[in-house]
C-alpha cells in the first residue's frame, strides 16, 4: 500500500514537471493564444450586442478590432520620437550617476581618512606629553596642517561611457533581431482574435457535444460565468489604467514635465501588473527627473506626484470599482507574478492576473479545491 501511494506520488510530481516543462518550451504558441482569447473576452460582449441588432458577427468583428487597434497604432506612431530621445540619454544619464555616486563615495572617504589623521595625531600628541623627560617630543611630528588623504582612483569615464554605449548597443541589435517575430506574433494574435470573435461560440457549442460533457448545463453556466466576470474583470481594469495614465499625462504637462504622454502611457501599461509595475515605473521617473532637474530634490517630483495619483487609484478607486468579490491576495499575486516571469518572462507577468482569475473564477464554479480559493481571495 505504501509502495504504491509512493508511487502515485512520483508519477503526479514527473507530469507536474512535464506539464511546466512543456509550458515553458510552447510559450511561443501559448502566450499568443492566451493574449487572443482576453483581448476576444474584453471585445466579444460588444460583439454579441450588435448582434441583437441584426449586424452579423464578421463585421462588427472587423470594425470592432479596427477600433481598437488604430488608436494603439497612432499613438505608437506619436511615441517613437520621444521613446528614441530618451534611449539615446540613457548612456549620458548612467555616466553621470555613476560619476555622482563615485564623488558621494570619494567624499566619505576623505572625510573618514581625515578623521582617522585627526584621532592619530590626538594620540600621538597625548604620547608625546607623557615622554617629555626623554628629550624627544612627538608633538612636534603632527602639526596642524592636516595631511591631504589619499584620493582613491577614479575609474575613465570615457571607458565607462564607451562600456554603457556598448551595451546599449547590443541590447538594440538584440531588439532589432526579434522585431521580425515580435510584429508576426502580432499579426497572428489579430487574426486570432478575429477568429475567435467570428468563430468562437460555434466551435463552444462543438465542444458541448462532446460525450465526455455530462452536464452539459453546468458546463454552459460556468463557461459562461467564467466569461462574464473575466471580460468585466479585463474591461474594468483597462479604463482604470487608462484614466491614470491620463491623468499622470495631465500633471506632468501642468507641470511642464518633458514627454508627458510617453510617461502617462508607459504607467497606463505597467500598471497592469500589480505593485511590481508601480514600482518600476516610480524608478523610472525618478531617472527621468533627474535627467531634466538634475540631481536635486526636483527630481523626485515626477515620481512623488505619480505616487500620489497611484495611491489614490490603488487604495480608493480599484477596490471600490471592483469590489471585494475581486480581491486577491497580494502575497499570492506577488509570487505567481514572480512564477510566470520566471517561466514565460515579460509576456508571463502581463498575463499573470488575467490567468489567476481565470483560475480562481474556474476552481469557485466547480465548488473544488475551496481551500485554494479562499488561499488566492484577499483576507484583510
Given at each position: 500500500?505504501?509502495?504504491?501511494?509512493?508511487?502515485?506520488?512520483?508519477?503526479?510530481?514527473?507530469?507536474?514537471?512535464?506539464?511546466?516543462?512543456t509550458l515553458y518550451l510552447a510559450q511561443s504558441l501559448i502566450i499568443p493564444i492566451l493574449f487572443s482569447g482576453f483581448i476576444a473576452l474584453l471585445i466579444s460582449p460588444l460583439v454579441k450586442?450588435?448582434?441583437?441588432?441584426?449586424?452579423?458577427?464578421?463585421?462588427?468583428?472587423?470594425?470592432?478590432?479596427?477600433?481598437?487597434?488604430?488608436?494603439?497604432?497612432?499613438?505608437?506612431?506619436?511615441?517613437?520620437?520621444?521613446?528614441?530621445?530618451?534611449?539615446?540619454?540613457?548612456?549620458?544619464?548612467?555616466?553621470?550617476?555613476?560619476?555622482?555616486?563615485?564623488?558621494?563615495?570619494?567624499?566619505?572617504?576623505?572625510?573618514?581618512?581625515?578623521?582617522?589623521?585627526?584621532?592619530?595625531?590626538?594620540?600621538?600628541?597625548?604620547?608625546?606629553?607623557?615622554?617629555?623627560?626623554?628629550?624627544?617630543?612627538?608633538?612636534?611630528?603632527?602639526?596642524?596642517?592636516?595631511?591631504?588623504?589619499?584620493?582613491?582612483?577614479?575609474?575613465?569615464?570615457?571607458?565607462?561611457?564607451?562600456?554603457?554605449?556598448?551595451?546599449?548597443?547590443?541590447?538594440?541589435?538584440?531588439?532589432?533581431?526579434?522585431?521580425?517575430?515580435?510584429?508576426?506574433?502580432?499579426?497572428?494574435?489579430?487574426?486570432?482574435?478575429?477568429?475567435?470573435?467570428?468563430?468562437?461560440?460555434?466551435?463552444?457549442?462543438?465542444?458541448?457535444?462532446?460525450?465526455?460533457?455530462?452536464?452539459?448545463?453546468?458546463?454552459?453556466?460556468?463557461?459562461?460565468?467564467?466569461?462574464?466576470?473575466?471580460?468585466?474583470?479585463?474591461?474594468?481594469?483597462?479604463?482604470?489604467?487608462?484614466?491614470?495614465?491620463?491623468?499622470?499625462?495631465?500633471?506632468f504637462s501642468l507641470l511642464d514635465i518633458d514627454d508627458p504622454i510617453l510617461w502617462g502611457v508607459l504607467v497606463g501599461l505597467l500598471n497592469f501588473v500589480p505593485y511590481v509595475g508601480s514600482?518600476?515605473?516610480?524608478?523610472?521617473?525618478?531617472?527621468?527627473?533627474?535627467?531634466?532637474?538634475?540631481?536635486?530634490?526636483?527630481?523626485?517630483?515626477?515620481?512623488?506626484?505619480?505616487?500620489?495619483?497611484?495611491?489614490?487609484?490603488?487604495?480608493?478607486?480599484?477596490?471600490m470599482v471592483l469590489g471585494s468579490k475581486m480581491q486577491l491576495n497580494p502575497l499570492v499575486i506577488i509570487l505567481w507574478l514572480f512564477f510566470l516571469g520566471w517561466l514565460w518572462g515579460i509576456?508571463?507577468?502581463?498575463?499573470?492576473?488575467?490567468?489567476?482569475?481565470?483560475?480562481?473564477?474556474?476552481?469557485?464554479?466547480?465548488?473544488?479545491?475551496?481551500?485554494?480559493?479562499?488561499?488566492?481571495?484577499?483576507?484583510?
Amino acid at each position: 500500500m505504501n509502495a504504491s501511494t509512493g508511487n502515485h506520488q512520483s508519477l503526479r510530481w514527473l507530469i507536474a514537471l512535464a506539464a511546466l516543462y512543456t509550458l515553458y518550451l510552447a510559450q511561443s504558441l501559448i502566450i499568443p493564444i492566451l493574449f487572443s482569447g482576453f483581448i476576444a473576452l474584453l471585445i466579444s460582449p460588444l460583439v454579441k450586442l450588435l448582434k441583437s441588432f441584426h449586424i452579423p458577427r464578421t463585421i462588427s468583428s472587423f470594425v470592432l478590432l479596427a477600433m481598437l487597434v488604430a488608436p494603439f497604432s497612432f499613438l505608437a506612431s506619436e511615441l517613437v520620437e520621444p521613446a528614441q530621445k530618451w534611449a539615446q540619454l540613457l548612456p549620458k544619464v548612467s555616466v553621470k550617476l555613476n560619476q555622482h555616486i563615485n564623488s558621494i563615495s570619494e567624499e566619505f572617504a576623505n572625510q573618514k581618512q581625515q578623521a582617522e589623521a585627526e584621532e592619530a595625531a590626538k594620540s600621538a600628541a597625548a604620547e608625546g606629553e607623557t615622554e617629555e623627560d626623554s628629550g624627544f617630543s612627538f608633538f612636534g611630528l603632527f602639526s596642524n596642517d592636516k595631511p591631504e588623504p589619499e584620493k582613491p582612483e577614479q575609474q575613465d569615464e570615457n571607458t565607462v561611457e564607451k562600456r554603457i554605449k556598448q551595451g546599449g548597443i547590443e541590447l538594440l541589435v538584440e531588439g532589432l533581431s526579434g522585431a521580425p517575430m515580435f510584429l508576426a506574433q502580432c499579426f497572428g494574435c489579430l487574426i486570432l482574435i478575429l477568429f475567435l470573435l467570428i468563430y468562437g461560440p460555434s466551435v463552444f457549442m462543438a465542444i458541448r457535444s462532446f460525450p465526455h460533457i455530462p452536464d452539459k448545463h453546468k458546463f454552459d453556466a460556468i463557461v459562461f460565468e467564467v466569461q462574464k466576470v473575466l471580460s468585466k474583470y479585463i474591461a474594468t481594469i483597462s479604463v482604470i489604467n487608462f484614466f491614470l495614465g491620463a491623468a499622470t499625462a495631465l500633471a506632468f504637462s501642468l507641470l511642464d514635465i518633458d514627454d508627458p504622454i510617453l510617461w502617462g502611457v508607459l504607467v497606463g501599461l505597467l500598471n497592469f501588473v500589480p505593485y511590481v509595475g508601480s514600482l518600476i515605473s516610480f524608478t523610472i521617473l525618478t531617472l527621468a527627473g533627474s535627467v531634466q532637474f538634475g540631481f536635486t530634490l526636483l527630481a523626485i517630483m515626477p515620481a512623488g506626484v505619480f505616487l500620489s495619483i497611484n495611491l489614490l487609484e490603488s487604495q480608493f478607486v480599484t477596490p471600490m470599482v471592483l469590489g471585494s468579490k475581486m480581491q486577491l491576495n497580494p502575497l499570492v499575486i506577488i509570487l505567481w507574478l514572480f512564477f510566470l516571469g520566471w517561466l514565460w518572462g515579460i509576456a508571463g507577468v502581463l498575463l499573470a492576473v488575467p490567468i489567476l482569475v481565470s483560475i480562481k473564477l474556474t476552481l469557485e464554479r466547480l465548488d473544488i479545491l475551496s481551500h485554494w480559493v479562499t488561499f488566492i481571495e484577499a483576507k484583510l
